[in-house]
Structure formats: C-alpha cells, structure tokens
C-alpha cells in the first residue's frame, strides 16, 4: 500500500534562514508528487507537483522541491524563509492511472521566530 | 475563474443527527473528491465523484456518504453523527488532467457535541 513518511512534525526556523523539509514516499511506481500548504482554518493550497522531467520543480512562494528517485524521497526547500511562511506542509502522493486520490503524509508545522 | 466553494463552512451538531455539506467545484470541473482531515488521523479519502458516479471510495463507514450533481456540485452526508465526526472536510475538484490538477476548498469545520 502507498504512503508518505514526513519525520519532522514540527520545526522552528529563524526569519531569513533556509528551509528544509523531508517527505519520502512508499508507492509501486513513481506516482505524481505534491507539496501543499495549510494556512490554519484554511483549505490546502498547491504549492508545487512533480509529473515528469526535471527532478527540480518550481513553485509559487519561492519554494522548490528535488525528486530523488534512488531515495523515493521529495524534499521541499527554500532559501529563506519569511514570517508568512508559518503554516502547515503537507506531501501527497497521487496515482498515474486516473484515480483521483492522493495520500497525504502527516504534515509539517512551521513556526518562524524573529 | 472562482475557486471550490464549500457550504456552509462551521457547522455543530449534536451526537446522532446527521448532517450534509455541499461543494461546488471550479466550473468545467467534472470530479469531485472529498477528504476528511483531523488532528488523530490527518489527512483520509472518503470519495470521488464523476459525472454523478462514484468512482473511488475510501476506507469510511457506510454513515458516510456522498452524490454528485448534473451540474458538478456534490454533497456529502453523515448519518448518526459521532463525536470522532468532528474534523474539517475539506473538497476537491479536478479537470481533464485528473489527480494532477486537483484544487482545494477552504473546508467545513464540523463540531460533534
């Protein structure tokens, strides 16, 4: 069965610093890849996917993320980090053969700290 | 373009009743998805629906379900709420390109008493 491994439940950055945060994935084949942001209260927010190609992907917020295949892991970074910033992230894995359901892994929450 | 709506978006409910929440998905998108988010579970799939069908079903009891509309929109219901019921649903529709471009509501915060 397929899921997402995010370790980290809760990390602190300092404003300004940069970003790491870990998502590996257990899936049959190399499914479609998301990172997705909550604000509290919200509804999730896509930040960035990975269909195909280029194992860095851009997204909106000045977030990329690196797929690594060789470590079924899809790591999403940034290089610094802005109070707004302070959310909660999730990853999602989601099938290539149509069917519409993504697992999510556990999520992340960010705290910023002046 | 407006975004998935989801009606209404606080709702409390007392042990027993039963409730349904709505969404109405981007206009021209044709699947509709429903997730359940707690903080004990996270993330779930309830279900999809596609042109009124339900294509996928997740791993809920059958208190839960769902329809889809000529029109797109989707409800979901839940029968003999429980206390563990308490969660934010949230929706999703999706266009042509499927699971790949899947967009979320802002969710209905649900309270169980």
């Known amino acids: 069965a397929q899921s997402v491994t995010q370790p980290d439940i809760h990390i602190t950055v300092s404003e300004g610093a940069s970003l790491e945060l870990r998502c590996n994935y257990s899936y049959g084949a190399t499914p479609y890849l998301f990172w997705y942001v909550q604000s509290p209260g919200q509804g999730l927010q896509l930040l960035l996917k990975y269909f195909s190609g280029d194992t860095l992907v851009q997204g909106i917020k000045g977030f990329e993320a690196e797929f690594k295949r060789s470590q079924s892991s899809f790591n999403l970074r940034k290089p610094s980090v802005h109070w707004s910033d302070a959310a909660e992230y999730f990853c999602?894995?989601?099938?290539?053969?149509?069917?519409?359901?993504?697992?999510f892994g556990t999520g992340t929450r960010l705290t910023i700290i002046p | 373009k407006a975004g998935v709506t989801q009606t209404p978006r606080y709702l409390i409910k007392t042990r027993g009743q039963q409730v349904t929440l709505s969404c109405s998905p981007i206009?021209?998108?044709?699947?509709v998805s429903w997730y359940q988010q707690t903080p004990g579970q996270g993330l779930q799939f309830l279900f999809e629906y596609f042109s009124e069908t339900q294509r996928n079903k997740g791993n809920f009891p059958g208190r839960f379900s769902g329809r889809q509309f000529s029109n797109s929109r989707s409800e979901m219901n839940v029968s003999t709420l429980e206390l563990g019921d308490s969660a934010l649903y949230l929706c999703?529709?999706?266009?042509?390109?499927?699971?790949?471009?899947?967009?979320f509501g802002p969710g209905t915060r649900l309270t169980v008493t």
């Open positions: 206009s021209g998108h044709r699947s």
């Open positions: 999602a894995v989601g099938p290539r053969d149509g069917n519409e359901k993504l697992t």
């Open positions: 999703a529709s999706s266009g042509l390109a499927g699971v790949s471009e899947q967009y």
